[in-house]
T-cell receptor, first 114, second 114 residues
Framework: DTEVTQTPKHLVMGMTNKKSLKCEQHMGHRAMYWYKQKAKKPPELMFVYSYEKLSINESVPSRFSPECPNSSLLNLHLHALQPEDSALYLC?????????????FGQGTRLTVV | AQKITQTQPGMFVQEKEAVTLDCTYDTSDPSYGLFWYKQPSSGEMIFLIYQGSYDQQNATEGRYSLNFQKARKSANLVISASQLGDSAMYFCAMTETSYDKVIFGPGTSLSVIP
């Protein structure tokens, strides 16, 4: 099973809303990632969790707040977003960060901020 | 400085023909991994093939093969016998042992013509 599950698949939210994106994997992977992808661009790394601890924050605005409740789950809490935050948000996992192994991605959440 | 270069923004190939997608990379880490991902219009990021920096043989996975030329720092993807379902964005990506992140190139859009 190489599945990473993301919910919801689509999300429309207002600029004053609070919402959360969820990501789950059951492959025993110890590294999990959030990426943001704009149309026709490569994914841009936002956060890396290694063994449930935040190891990388790529200078992401505080309106994005990640959380890793356990080794299988990764959340991204959203608050007071801007229209320019509309994008595809991809979650990924790999065996462990820095191990040069493939990362498996979820299907993504298409976020629209209105 | 961009670590991964994909010089072909768009490519066309006739169905059943082979196609090569170019990728060059830059790293000073002796231990790294190179990956190719396929992203159809649906948005999911599909892992295709992996090459480790110490691997002596070129990686192959079904119709996909990776032409790894370490001295030239290139990792080209070869797709044999193209199918209509191969039409998608293709991203070359890299990990380095010293960093906990997967870095993506700008991508190549491949269109397979019947």
């Amino acid at each position: 099973d190489t599945e990473v599950t993301q919910t919801p698949k689509h999300l429309v939210m207002g600029m004053t809303n609070k919402k959360s994106l969820k990501c789950e994997q059951h492959m025993g992977h110890r590294a999990m990632y959030w990426y943001k992808q704009k149309a026709k661009k490569p994914p841009e790394l936002m956060f890396v969790y290694s063994y449930e601890k935040l190891s990388i924050n790529e200078s992401v605005p505080s309106r994005f707040s990640p959380e890793c409740p356990n080794s299988s789950l990764l959340n991204l809490h959203l608050h007071a977003l801007q229209p320019e935050d509309s994008a595809l948000y991809l979650c990924a996992s790999s065996q462990a960060a820095g191990r040069n192994t493939e990362a498996f991605f979820g299907q993504g959440t298409r976020l629209t901020v209105v | 400085a961009q670590k991964i270069t994909q010089t072909q923004p768009g490519m066309f190939v006739q169905e059943k023909e082979a196609v090569t997608l170019d990728c060059t990379y830059d790293t000073s880490d002796p231990s790294y991994g190179l990956f190719w991902y396929k992203q159809p219009s649906s948005g999911e990021m599909i892992f295709l093939i992996y090459q480790g920096s110490y691997d002596q043989q070129n990686a192959t996975e079904g119709r996909y093969s990776l032409n790894f030329q370490k001295a030239r720092k290139s990792a080209n993807l070869v797709i044999s016998a193209s199918q209509l379902g191969d039409s998608a964005m293709y991203f070359c990506a890299m990990t380095e042992t010293s960093y906990d992140k997967v870095i993506f190139g700008p991508g190549t859009s491949l269109s397979v013509i019947p």
